[in-house]
């Protein structure tokens, strides 16, 4: 059977919110990982970037 990918309707600060989310479990993985990693993206960068990728996105469509 061929996998379906269900994506909710989002607006744009419920989206962010879910990225700004997602980032924080990421980073909190990160951590765990090596805590003293100077390569480890920061929340901000992450988010900024999430972001930046999104409105392109959206701009291209």
Do not use: G
């Amino acid at each position: 059977m061929k996998k379906s990918i269900i994506v909710p309707s989002l607006t744009k600060e419920e989206f962010y919110e879910s990225l700004r989310l997602a980032v924080l479990n990421c980073q909190d993985y990160l951590d765990e990982v090596d805590p003293n990693d100077v390569k480890v993206i920061t929340k901000r960068n992450l988010f900024e970037t999430l972001v930046t990728m999104y409105d392109t996105e959206k701009e291209n469509q």
